[in-house]
């Protein structure tokens, strides 16, 4: 749930269930940093070139908390922006814990 990278590199996320998709989170991305939206049962490949933290979720799922975070460059400028955004169900609470995680884990 929680992908370290480096600025520049890439990530892939493959369809290998129907009914998933990558899409990052509003307000969880670093300034700068472009959006996305995969679409159901696509493979979607990111270049991520702005350090920070990423909060990405599955449209269909994020509710029962499938959601999670890219760091990349181990830039944490964000994450009290992060901290603030507000998610339905399960997302909560698994995004609190991941960043959390990322807060006492990274640096």
Known sequence: A???MRAGDSVTFH????SHNSASKRGM???GAAPWTGGID???TLTLTVPG???YLCLPHYEQG???LIVVGGDLTNLAAAKKVRHP???RTT????LTHVETHTG
């Open 2 to 4: 929680i992908l370290h």
């Open 15 to 18: 369809a290998t269930a129907p």
């Open 29 to 31: 991305i670093p300034e």
């Open 42 to 44: 696509e493979e979607l």
């Open 53 to 55: 933290v990423y909060g």
């Open 66 to 68: 499938m959601v999670g």
């Open 89 to 91: 169900g399960r997302a």
């Open 95 to 98: 995004f609190r814990n991941l």
